[in-house]
């Protein structure tokens, strides 16, 4: 898969649930529809909520990816 | 017309109790659901603005409460492994030593602290910002003798059982939680 490009990336490293749904939210209001949004999360829970995020409100999650103990989404805006 | 609309009643004011109803909230107005939550008996106290920054949690009449300790008092304090192996966590009994509520309380927030949870105060302000519907209880008021002013900014006025079932019932999908 050839490399993506995020136009804007929102660290959540240490917090917990609620907090990466909502600051991706509150990420995503300020871009352009179809830019990128790159997600940095440690939350486990957030490998189930981060999609059912995207699925609920339409935005795209174009890849995930684990590294460690890290999390990394790639979320298209609607 | 709403499509879908949740109702959460936050009846419980203990530190555990003020979570899940701000949780969900918050949350379920991300994901485009209009939410609102109606704050009734104790729950009142979770938009208080002093009282928001004291609630506690009681280790006394809570049946769930058996855990371990957590990690940094077991290492700072090793002999509450003993205390675990005999009883898999605060025993109820602790809850009469007086100065235990608090001291379980302040364990409950380093925790949540620790893990990266947000704090209540935090938690009422990203619901607002996710717009969440705050309703204070208006009969609560009453009873507990709470002014307006003395509930934190933000909230919608107060209002009754009809006030929050004509909210819920507008929406073609009507939800409710109580908590």
Same mark, same amino acid.
């Given at each position: 898969?050839? *490399?993506?490009?995020?136009?804007?990336? @929102?660290?959540?490293?240490?917090? *917990?649930?609620?907090?990466?749904? @909502?600051?991706?939210? %509150?990420? @995503?209001?300020?871009?352009?529809?179809?830019?990128?949004?790159?997600?940095?999360?440690?939350?486990?829970?957030?490998?189930?909520?981060?999609?059912?995020?995207?699925? $609920?409100?339409?935005?795209? @999650?174009? %890849?995930?990816?684990?590294?460690?103990? $890290?999390?990394?989404?790639?979320?298209?805006? %609607? | 017309?709403?499509?879908?609309?949740?109702?959460?009643?936050?009846?419980?004011? +203990?530190?555990?109790?003020?979570?899940?109803?701000?949780?969900?909230?918050?949350?379920?107005?991300?994901?485009?659901?209009?939410?609102?939550?109606?704050?009734?008996?104790?729950?009142?106290?979770?938009?208080?603005?002093?009282?928001?920054?004291?609630?506690?949690?009681?280790?006394?009449?809570?049946?769930?409460?058996?855990? =371990?300790?957590?990690? =940094?008092?077991?290492?700072?304090?090793?002999?509450?492994?003993?205390?675990?192996?005999?009883?898999?966590?605060?025993?109820?009994?602790? &809850?009469?030593?007086?100065?235990? +509520?608090?001291?379980?309380?302040?364990?409950?927030?380093?925790?949540?602290?620790?893990?990266?949870?947000? =704090?209540?105060?935090?938690?009422?302000?990203?619901?607002?910002?996710?717009?969440?519907?705050?309703?204070?209880?208006?009969?609560?008021?009453?009873?507990? &003798?709470?002014?307006?002013?003395?509930?934190?900014?933000?909230?919608?006025?107060?209002?009754?059982?009809?006030?929050?079932?004509?909210?819920?019932?507008?929406?073609?999908?009507?939800?409710?939680?109580?908590?």
């Amino acid at each position: 898969m050839e *490399n993506i490009t995020a136009n804007k990336v @929102l660290d959540t490293s240490g917090l *917990n649930c609620p907090l990466p749904v @909502l600051k991706t939210k %509150k990420a @995503l209001e300020d871009m352009q529809s179809g830019e990128i949004l790159e997600v940095i999360a440690t939350d486990p829970g957030s490998k189930a909520d981060i999609p059912a995020f995207c699925q $609920r409100t339409g935005n795209e @999650l174009v %890849k995930m990816v684990e590294e460690g103990d $890290r999390i990394l989404f790639y979320i298209r805006k %609607k | 017309m709403s499509k879908e609309r949740l109702a959460i009643i936050a009846s419980k004011g +203990t530190l555990d109790m003020a979570y899940p109803p701000l949780i969900i909230g918050s949350t379920a107005a991300s994901l485009g659901v209009d939410t609102a939550i109606f704050f009734t008996f104790y729950g009142l106290n979770i938009v208080h603005k002093e009282k928001m920054h004291n609630l506690k949690l009681a280790p006394l009449g809570n049946p769930a409460m058996p855990m =371990s300790f957590p990690p =940094s008092v077991e290492k700072s304090f090793p002999p509450v492994k003993v205390i675990e192996s005999i009883f898999p966590g605060p025993p109820q009994i602790m &809850g009469i030593i007086p100065g235990m +509520t608090d001291f379980m309380t302040s364990m409950m927030k380093k925790t949540m602290k620790d893990k990266g949870v947000a =704090s209540i105060p935090e938690l009422i302000e990203l619901c607002k910002e996710a717009g969440v519907k705050l309703i204070p209880c208006q009969m609560t008021m009453e009873v507990f &003798g709470y002014k307006y002013e003395d509930l934190i900014d933000g909230l919608e006025p107060p209002g009754g059982a009809a006030t929050l079932i004509d909210y819920v019932t507008q929406a073609e999908k009507p939800m409710m939680l109580f908590i």
